[in-house]
Nanobody, 126 residues
């Protein structure tokens, strides 16, 4: 079991930056894939970024490459999502998620995430 709590959301103007934090606790072993998702009203949930505890590999959706950075600290008990050059279309509820990766279910933004946080709202105004 993994428990996840997000924080850091808020309102920002286009072009601005925000850093989201995910406090993770529980059974965070090697081969854990931790990621960030977002969902805007009326839209499908989108995997934004993921990071693999085994080797630190990072994965990004094309829509955020070059603007968002996922990282970890404190032995994987905190996962960050640094968001720069924010656009109004980045507005959404952002969720932290995790699952235990394997060769059958490799880590990535389209992974099979089973543990979820409650979400934190990000609003970007033009």
């Amino acid at each position: 079991q993994v428990q996840l709590v997000e924080s850091g959301g808020g309102s920002v103007q286009a072009g601005g930056s925000l850093t989201l934090s995910c406090a993770a606790s529980g059974a965070i072993y090697s081969s854990t894939c931790m990621g960030w998702f977002r969902q805007a009203p009326g839209k499908e949930r989108e995997g934004v970024a993921a990071i693999y505890t085994d080797n630190g590999s990072k994965f990004y959706a094309d829509s955020v490459k070059g603007r968002f950075t996922i990282s970890q600290a404190n032995a994987w008990t905190t996962v960050y999502l640094q968001m720069n050059s924010l656009k109004p279309e980045d507005s959404a509820m952002y969720y932290c998620a995790a699952y235990y990766g394997s060769s059958r279910y490799p880590c990535g933004v389209t992974g099979v995430f089973v543990y979820w946080g409650q979400g934190t709202q990000v609003t970007v105004s033009s």
